[in-house]
């Protein structure tokens, strides 16, 4: 094949074979050097494939030697004669007969040195031909080889092309059908918003409707239990439970023939509930609950008059009142507004609507239970609007608390603290509220351990819950 590499070596050894002989002639033709070349065959027949023949310019560089070192045959004409000009002639000559001689020695090497390479050249040549013709034929089947991967994959990228335009299709229609699922829901929850929207309108308009009427309810209920009030007093009966044995246990303490059985219960007071600065430190968070009150706060049965003073602290009008004359005069002592009275006929002497708070601190406790429904319609009638009551009392709840409650001869009865709540809820107050006070002292409640044991937590909110309780209220 003309195209493969080892021919284009082969051209490229003979055009410097070639070229190499050319110059080596041209050499020997210089103009009266003598050397022309003589006649010699145009093959070696011992060269390599390849190489080209080097006889013609070898016989060239012989012939140049015998010129430049002349030897006379022996039957030479004259010859002794020519031997002694040769030798004039070689002292003449001998400068250039020396660089002729080493210029065709170096001709004559470079020109063994260059047959040689060539030979190697070629050589190289065969081998680098017949490689590359091996690289070639590799080549060859990797092309073909990708080729037929290329058609493969070409039919394969088709097959996918058929796929990926079908799934393109599927994925259109489900978007589509994507799209109206998302439309039907929008307008569904747009829908159900706007349902849920009329629905909240409607229970904002239920509530406050049942709001108004709760509110219409409390108006009605405050003003029954105030015209039953009234019409006790219409009608001359006295705001208390009937029945002699009622009265006698209500007043059995406070009577004012009696100033022996009244220092005895202030003394009373003094060993069982404690001290005026204990009792005025513990009244003083009630007290800031009066702050700004649209009226005087009346305190019924103000004992030594501990409440009033609280509220004077924080600048507020009290007035008080009690029946036991030795803790009225004691409140009197400190100048402060405390009538000795019985408490029902006191606070109806009250100007309707002219009072800003109604407290009795460990009072209701002395009280049958008629008693307490007329202090509590009573207590509506004289608070003005917005006017609060504050009732406390021992907690029936607490077994520790009982221990004590019966300590006083005085109490009739215990008063749970739901139903004081219930009752004040019933007569028409607003936002009744129980706060629980006084917690049992540590030293003489659970020890530690078993009071934080969930299993003993019933038993102590039963015998060790707090010992007083307080019911608020306002008109």
């Known amino acids: 094949?003309?195209?493969?590499?080892?021919?284009?070596?082969?051209?490229?050894?003979?055009?410097?074979?070639?070229?190499?002989?050319?110059?080596?002639?041209?050499?020997?033709?210089?103009?009266?050097?003598?050397?022309?070349?003589?006649?010699?065959?145009?093959?070696?027949?011992?060269?390599?494939?390849?190489?080209?023949?080097?006889?013609?310019?070898?016989?060239?560089?012989?012939?140049?030697?015998?010129?430049?070192?002349?030897?006379?045959?022996?039957?030479?004409?004259?010859?002794?004669?020519?031997?002694?000009?040769?030798?004039?002639?070689?002292?003449?000559?001998?400068?250039?007969?020396?660089?002729?001689?080493?210029?065709?020695?170096?001709?004559?090497?470079?020109?063994?040195?260059?047959?040689?390479?060539?030979?190697?050249?070629?050589?190289?040549?065969?081998?680098?031909?017949?490689?590359?013709?091996?690289?070639?034929?590799?080549?060859?089947?990797?092309?073909d080889g990708a080729a037929a991967d290329l058609s493969g994959l070409s039919a394969r990228l088709a097959r996918e092309s058929e796929a990926r335009e079908s799934a393109g299709q599927d994925l259109l229609t489900s978007q589509r059908r994507l799209d109206a699922i998302e439309k039907d829901r929008d307008e569904r929850v747009e829908a159900l918003a706007r349902r849920q929207e009329r629905e909240e309108a409607g229970k904002r308009l239920l509530a406050e409707k049942i709001e108004s009427a709760a509110e219409g309810l409390r108006a009605l209920r405050l003003e029954w239990s105030s015209l039953r009030s009234s019409l006790r007093d219409l009608s001359g009966a006295p705001p208390r439970a009937s029945g002699d044995a009622a009265d006698g246990i209500r007043s059995a303490a406070v009577r004012a023939d009696d100033p022996l059985r009244a220092g005895l219960y202030v003394d009373f007071e003094e060993h069982f509930r404690g001290t005026e600065e204990d009792i005025r430190g513990r009244q003083a968070s009630d007290a800031a609950r009066f702050r700004g009150a649209p009226g005087p706060v009346a305190d019924l049965g103000c004992g030594r008059g501990e409440f009033l003073e609280a509220l004077a602290a924080e600048d507020v009008a009290a007035i008080g009142c009690d029946a036991n004359p030795v803790m009225a005069a004691r409140a009197k002592e400190k100048r402060l507004a405390v009538d000795r009275a019985d408490l029902f006929t006191w606070l109806a002497g009250r100007s309707d609507?002219?009072?800003?708070?109604?407290?009795?601190?460990?009072?209701?406790?002395?009280?049958?239970?008629?008693?307490?429904?007329?202090?509590?319609?009573?207590?509506?009638?004289?608070?003005?609007?917005?006017?609060?009551?504050?009732?406390?009392?021992?907690?029936?709840?607490?077994?520790?608390?009982?221990?004590?409650?019966?300590?006083?001869?005085?109490?009739?009865?215990?008063?749970?603290?739901?139903?004081?709540?219930?009752?004040?809820?019933?007569?028409?107050?607003?936002?009744?509220?129980?706060?629980?006070?006084?917690?049992?002292?540590?030293?003489?409640?659970?020890?530690?351990?078993?009071?934080?044991?969930?299993?003993?937590?019933?038993?102590?909110?039963?015998?060790?819950?707090?010992?007083?309780?307080?019911?608020?209220?306002?008109?």
Not at 50 to 63: D, I, K
């Open 1 to 143: 094949m003309s195209g493969k590499p080892e021919d284009a070596a082969k051209r490229d050894v003979a055009a410097l074979a070639a070229e190499l002989a050319e110059q080596i002639g041209s050499l020997a033709a210089f103009s009266g050097s003598g050397l022309a070349p003589t006649n010699a065959p145009a093959a070696h027949s011992g060269r390599s494939p390849g190489v080209p023949s080097y006889a013609g310019p070898r016989t060239m560089l012989e012939n140049a030697g015998r010129f430049v070192a002349p030897v006379l045959p022996a039957g030479a004409p004259l010859r002794p004669l020519k031997a002694a000009l040769l030798r004039v002639l070689r002292i003449v000559t001998r400068d250039q007969t020396t660089f002729n001689s080493a210029l065709l020695e170096a001709l004559r090497g470079a020109l063994l040195e260059t047959e040689a390479g060539l030979r190697d050249l070629a050589a190289a040549s065969r081998v680098g031909a017949q490689r590359a013709e091996d690289v070639a034929r590799e080549a060859t089947s990797r092309l």
């Open 353 to 475: 609507g002219s009072l800003g708070g109604v407290t009795a601190f460990q009072v209701v406790e002395h009280l049958p239970p008629a008693s307490l429904f007329d202090l509590v319609e009573l207590a509506i009638r004289k608070l003005a609007p917005s006017g609060r009551v504050l009732f406390e009392t021992i907690n029936p709840e607490s077994v520790y608390a009982m221990r004590w409650f019966w300590m006083d001869l005085t109490h009739v009865r215990p008063v749970p603290a739901p139903s004081l709540a219930q009752l004040l809820s019933a007569s028409g107050f607003r936002d009744v509220a129980v706060d629980f006070r006084s917690p049992v002292p540590e030293s003489e409640g659970l020890p530690r351990g078993l009071a934080d044991d969930p299993r003993f937590a019933p038993l102590a909110r039963l015998l060790f819950a707090p010992q007083d309780y307080a019911v608020t209220g306002v008109k």
